[in-house]
Protein backbone atom coordinates (compact mmCIF):
# COMPACT_ATOMS: atom_id res chain seq x y z
CA UNK A 1 0.00 0.00 0.00
CA UNK A 2 1.06 3.61 -0.66
CA UNK A 3 1.43 4.50 2.75
CA UNK A 4 1.47 8.23 2.12
CA UNK A 5 -1.91 8.53 0.09
CA UNK A 6 -3.62 7.46 3.63
CA UNK A 7 -1.33 8.89 5.70
CA UNK A 8 -2.38 11.51 8.10
CA UNK A 9 0.22 14.06 7.11
CA UNK A 10 -0.93 13.52 3.02
CA UNK A 11 -4.60 13.91 4.14
CA UNK A 12 -3.44 17.19 5.96
CA UNK A 13 -1.11 18.72 3.10
CA UNK A 14 -3.85 17.49 0.67
CA UNK A 15 -6.27 20.20 2.42
CA UNK A 16 -3.99 23.13 0.71
CA UNK A 17 -2.27 21.43 -2.42
CA UNK A 18 -3.30 18.66 -4.72
CA UNK A 19 -0.25 16.51 -4.15
CA UNK A 20 1.22 15.00 -7.40
CA UNK A 21 2.95 11.34 -7.70
CA UNK A 22 6.33 12.38 -7.48
CA UNK A 23 5.65 14.90 -4.59
CA UNK A 24 3.53 11.79 -2.35
CA UNK A 25 6.99 9.93 -3.12
CA UNK A 26 9.43 12.20 -1.55
CA UNK A 27 6.66 12.37 1.02
CA UNK A 28 6.67 8.59 0.93
CA UNK A 29 10.85 8.68 1.50
CA UNK A 30 10.77 11.17 4.54
CA UNK A 31 8.78 8.47 6.63
CA UNK A 32 10.63 5.81 6.53
CA UNK A 33 12.83 6.01 9.79
CA UNK A 34 9.88 5.45 11.70
CA UNK A 35 10.20 4.86 15.90
CA UNK A 36 8.06 3.80 18.21
CA UNK A 37 7.37 5.92 21.66
CA UNK A 38 6.43 4.69 25.35
CA UNK A 39 3.63 7.26 27.07
CA UNK A 40 5.24 9.98 29.02
CA UNK A 41 8.63 9.98 27.08
CA UNK A 42 10.07 13.16 26.59
CA UNK A 43 10.84 13.35 22.81
CA UNK A 44 12.29 16.84 22.68
CA UNK A 45 13.93 18.95 25.70
CA UNK A 46 13.81 22.26 25.58
CA UNK A 47 17.28 23.64 24.75
CA UNK A 48 18.13 20.46 22.79
CA UNK A 49 19.85 21.21 19.87
CA UNK A 50 19.14 18.10 17.76
CA UNK A 51 18.44 18.52 14.48
CA UNK A 52 15.87 15.90 13.74
CA UNK A 53 12.50 16.53 13.08
CA UNK A 54 9.36 14.35 13.84
CA UNK A 55 6.10 13.27 11.74
CA UNK A 56 3.45 12.00 14.31
CA UNK A 57 2.18 8.99 12.88
CA UNK A 58 -0.48 7.72 15.81
CA UNK A 59 -1.06 8.79 18.73
CA UNK A 60 -1.00 12.33 21.04
CA UNK A 61 1.61 14.21 21.98
CA UNK A 62 1.94 17.90 23.85
CA UNK A 63 4.40 20.78 23.25
CA UNK A 64 5.30 22.24 26.81
CA UNK A 65 7.54 25.32 28.10
CA UNK A 66 9.33 24.77 31.51
CA UNK A 67 9.58 27.74 33.38
CA UNK A 68 12.62 28.25 35.57
CA UNK A 69 10.60 27.67 38.79
CA UNK A 70 10.22 24.12 37.64
CA UNK A 71 5.97 24.95 36.51
CA UNK A 72 5.23 23.63 33.22
CA UNK A 73 2.61 24.91 30.86
CA UNK A 74 1.01 22.99 27.79
CA UNK A 75 1.38 25.01 24.92
CA UNK A 76 -0.13 23.21 22.29
CA UNK A 77 -1.61 19.14 21.94
CA UNK A 78 0.13 17.14 18.32
CA UNK A 79 -1.88 15.11 16.85
CA UNK A 80 -1.45 12.52 13.99
CA UNK A 81 -0.25 14.54 10.76
CA UNK A 82 1.57 17.14 12.80
CA UNK A 83 5.22 18.06 12.81
CA UNK A 84 7.12 18.06 15.86
CA UNK A 85 9.84 20.70 16.12
CA UNK A 86 10.00 21.63 12.85
CA UNK A 87 11.50 24.81 14.21
CA UNK A 88 14.57 23.47 14.71
CA UNK A 89 15.18 23.14 11.28
CA UNK A 90 16.02 26.81 11.55
CA UNK A 91 16.71 27.91 15.35
CA UNK A 92 19.51 26.19 17.16
CA UNK A 93 17.81 25.10 19.81
CA UNK A 94 14.21 23.96 20.59
CA UNK A 95 12.45 26.28 22.65
CA UNK A 96 10.04 23.74 23.86
CA UNK A 97 9.67 20.33 25.24
CA UNK A 98 7.43 17.86 23.40
CA UNK A 99 6.29 14.65 25.79
CA UNK A 100 4.24 11.74 24.58
CA UNK A 101 0.72 11.71 25.88
CA UNK A 102 -0.05 8.21 25.01
CA UNK A 103 2.09 5.32 23.29
CA UNK A 104 3.13 6.97 19.70
CA UNK A 105 4.57 6.56 16.60
CA UNK A 106 6.48 8.91 14.76
CA UNK A 107 8.94 9.14 11.24
CA UNK A 108 12.15 10.29 12.26
CA UNK A 109 13.08 13.30 9.55
CA UNK A 110 16.93 14.48 9.85
CA UNK A 111 16.97 18.20 8.81
CA UNK A 112 19.01 18.27 6.02
CA UNK A 113 16.68 15.61 4.11
CA UNK A 114 13.97 17.91 4.75
CA UNK A 115 15.52 20.61 3.31
CA UNK A 116 16.48 18.59 0.29
CA UNK A 117 12.77 17.86 -0.48
CA UNK A 118 11.71 21.41 -0.25
CA UNK A 119 14.75 22.37 -2.35
CA UNK A 120 13.33 19.74 -4.71
CA UNK A 121 9.05 19.97 -4.48
CA UNK A 122 8.76 23.86 -3.82
CA UNK A 123 5.14 22.98 -4.29
CA UNK A 124 5.54 20.33 -0.84
CA UNK A 125 7.77 23.00 0.85
CA UNK A 126 4.56 25.85 0.60
CA UNK A 127 1.90 23.07 1.53
CA UNK A 128 4.70 22.44 4.86
CA UNK A 129 4.63 26.30 5.24
CA UNK A 130 0.72 26.55 5.18
CA UNK A 131 0.51 23.85 7.93
CA UNK A 132 3.30 25.59 10.22
CA UNK A 133 1.34 29.28 9.40
CA UNK A 134 -1.72 26.90 10.81
CA UNK A 135 -0.69 25.92 13.89
CA UNK A 136 0.99 29.29 14.27
CA UNK A 137 -2.55 30.74 13.76
CA UNK A 138 -3.93 28.04 16.49
CA UNK A 139 -1.41 29.30 18.86
CA UNK A 140 -2.61 32.98 18.51
CA UNK A 141 -6.00 31.70 19.04
CA UNK A 142 -5.32 30.01 22.01
CA UNK A 143 -3.83 33.11 23.78
CA UNK A 144 -7.07 34.80 22.44
CA UNK A 145 -8.86 32.40 24.61
CA UNK A 146 -6.76 32.44 27.51
CA UNK A 147 -6.78 35.99 28.07
CA UNK A 148 -10.44 36.89 27.01
CA UNK A 149 -12.86 33.58 26.81
CA UNK A 150 -14.73 32.91 29.90
CA UNK A 151 -14.00 29.00 31.07
CA UNK A 152 -17.17 27.32 29.82
CA UNK A 153 -16.39 29.15 26.32
CA UNK A 154 -12.64 28.45 26.03
CA UNK A 155 -13.12 24.69 26.85
CA UNK A 156 -16.18 24.40 24.13
CA UNK A 157 -13.60 26.51 21.83
CA UNK A 158 -10.97 24.22 22.78
CA UNK A 159 -13.26 20.91 22.20
CA UNK A 160 -14.34 22.45 18.90
CA UNK A 161 -10.87 23.02 17.16
CA UNK A 162 -9.71 19.86 18.16
CA UNK A 163 -12.41 18.26 16.68
CA UNK A 164 -12.26 19.96 13.26
CA UNK A 165 -8.73 19.14 13.13
CA UNK A 166 -9.14 15.38 13.78
CA UNK A 167 -11.80 15.46 11.11
CA UNK A 168 -9.33 16.67 8.76
CA UNK A 169 -7.12 14.25 9.02
CA UNK A 170 -9.80 11.56 9.02
CA UNK A 171 -10.56 10.98 13.33
CA UNK A 172 -13.33 12.73 13.82
CA UNK A 173 -16.40 13.91 12.79
CA UNK A 174 -19.27 16.58 13.78
CA UNK A 175 -20.64 13.98 15.91
CA UNK A 176 -17.56 13.43 18.17
CA UNK A 177 -14.02 11.96 18.39
CA UNK A 178 -11.95 10.08 20.87
CA UNK A 179 -9.41 12.14 22.90
CA UNK A 180 -6.85 10.63 25.24
CA UNK A 181 -6.51 14.02 27.38
CA UNK A 182 -7.21 14.15 30.63
CA UNK A 183 -8.95 16.80 32.81
CA UNK A 184 -4.79 17.31 34.07
CA UNK A 185 -4.34 18.33 30.99
CA UNK A 186 -6.97 20.20 29.83
CA UNK A 187 -6.11 21.80 32.97
CA UNK A 188 -2.74 23.02 32.18
CA UNK A 189 -3.44 23.98 28.45
CA UNK A 190 -6.25 26.12 29.32
CA UNK A 191 -5.20 27.64 32.14
CA UNK A 192 -7.87 26.43 34.77
CA UNK A 193 -7.93 24.08 37.72
CA UNK A 194 -8.29 20.58 37.30
CA UNK A 195 -11.69 21.06 39.65
CA UNK A 196 -12.84 23.99 37.01
CA UNK A 197 -12.25 21.67 33.77
CA UNK A 198 -14.32 19.25 35.55
CA UNK A 199 -16.90 21.75 36.40
CA UNK A 200 -17.45 23.37 32.51
CA UNK A 201 -17.67 19.89 31.79
CA UNK A 202 -20.59 19.27 33.78
CA UNK A 203 -22.39 22.47 33.14
CA UNK A 204 -21.24 21.96 29.33
CA UNK A 205 -23.35 18.36 29.72
CA UNK A 206 -25.93 19.26 31.41
CA UNK A 207 -26.92 21.87 28.98
CA UNK A 208 -27.10 19.12 26.23
CA UNK A 209 -23.73 20.26 24.33
CA UNK A 210 -21.21 17.92 24.73
CA UNK A 211 -20.22 15.39 26.76
CA UNK A 212 -16.64 14.25 27.78
CA UNK A 213 -16.58 10.97 29.09
CA UNK A 214 -14.16 7.65 28.98
CA UNK A 215 -11.80 8.95 26.52
CA UNK A 216 -14.44 10.35 24.20
CA UNK A 217 -16.29 13.62 23.31
CA UNK A 218 -19.38 13.32 21.81
CA UNK A 219 -21.32 16.46 20.29
CA UNK A 220 -24.72 16.54 21.69
CA UNK A 221 -25.59 19.78 20.23
CA UNK A 222 -23.15 21.15 17.73
CA UNK A 223 -24.47 23.77 16.48
CA UNK A 224 -25.53 24.97 19.80
CA UNK A 225 -21.67 24.51 21.27
CA UNK A 226 -20.13 26.44 18.06
CA UNK A 227 -22.78 29.41 19.32
CA UNK A 228 -21.90 28.85 22.56
CA UNK A 229 -18.31 29.27 21.74
CA UNK A 230 -18.72 31.66 18.59
CA UNK A 231 -16.40 29.68 17.21
CA UNK A 232 -15.20 30.45 13.98
CA UNK A 233 -12.98 27.82 12.34
CA UNK A 234 -12.06 30.25 9.74
CA UNK A 235 -8.01 30.45 11.18
CA UNK A 236 -7.80 27.04 10.52
CA UNK A 237 -7.76 27.52 6.95
CA UNK A 238 -9.36 24.01 6.40
CA UNK A 239 -11.88 25.28 4.16
CA UNK A 240 -10.13 26.28 0.60
CA UNK A 241 -9.79 25.77 -2.62
CA UNK A 242 -6.94 23.76 -3.52
CA UNK A 243 -3.90 24.78 -5.19
CA UNK A 244 -3.54 22.55 -8.02
Request: proline share 4%; net charge negative.
Amino acid sequence: MDTTVTSPLARKLGCFVALSDAELSVLERLQVRRRPFAAGREIVHQGQSDRAVYILVSGWVCSYKTLPDGARQIVDFQIPGDFLGLRSTLLQTSDHSIESVTDIQVCEVPSGDLLAAFAGTPRLATAVLWAASRDEAMVVEHLAGLGRRAAPQRVAHFLLELGARLALVGFGTKAGYACPLTQYLLADALGLSAVHINRVLRQLRELGLVTFRDGTVVFDDYGGLVALADFDPTYLDQERPLLT
